[in-house]
């Protein structure tokens, strides 16, 4: 089992950068999917980003595609979004997720992911 805590949200204008962090607990952290998703009010949570149990590759929506970075370093127990050129349709709670028994590469999908953060506030205004 792993527990997910998020940070790093806030309020920032249009245009500019905010870094997400989550950080896990365990010891098993490279052996699980990280992904980042989003869910803005009236919507349904969202694919954003996620990367692979060695991080070797790297997975995006088409919506932040050339604006976000997903990393993560194992030795750390971390994964991290960094996230440029925010718009304000980009405003929603963002939650870090684990998925620890697929077998792909990755998923879009959130029911895939078995554990997921509290959800860090991101506001993006115009």
């Known amino acids: 089992q792993v527990q997910l805590v998020e940070s790093g949200g806030g309020l920032v204008q249009a245009g500019g950068s905010l870094t997400l962090s989550c950080a896990a607990s365990?010891?098993?952290?490279?052996?699980?999917?990280m992904g980042w998703f989003r869910q803005a009010p009236g919507k349904e949570r969202e694919f954003v980003a996620a990367?692979?149990?060695?991080?070797?590759?790297?997975y995006y929506a088409d919506s932040v595609k050339g604006r976000f970075t997903i990393s993560r370093d194992n030795a750390k127990n971390t994964v991290n979004l960094q996230m440029n050129g925010l718009r304000p349709e980009d405003t929603a709670v963002y939650y870090c997720?684990?998925?620890?028994?697929?077998?792909?590469?990755?998923?879009?999908?959130?029911?895939?992911?078995?554990?997921w953060g509290q959800g860090t506030q991101v506001t993006v205004s115009s």
């Open positions: 365990g010891r098993t952290f490279s052996m699980y999917i």
């Open positions: 997720a684990a998925d620890r028994y697929s077998g792909a590469a990755y998923s879009r999908s959130p029911h895939q992911y078995e554990y």
């Open positions: 990367i692979t149990r060695s991080g070797g590759n790297t």
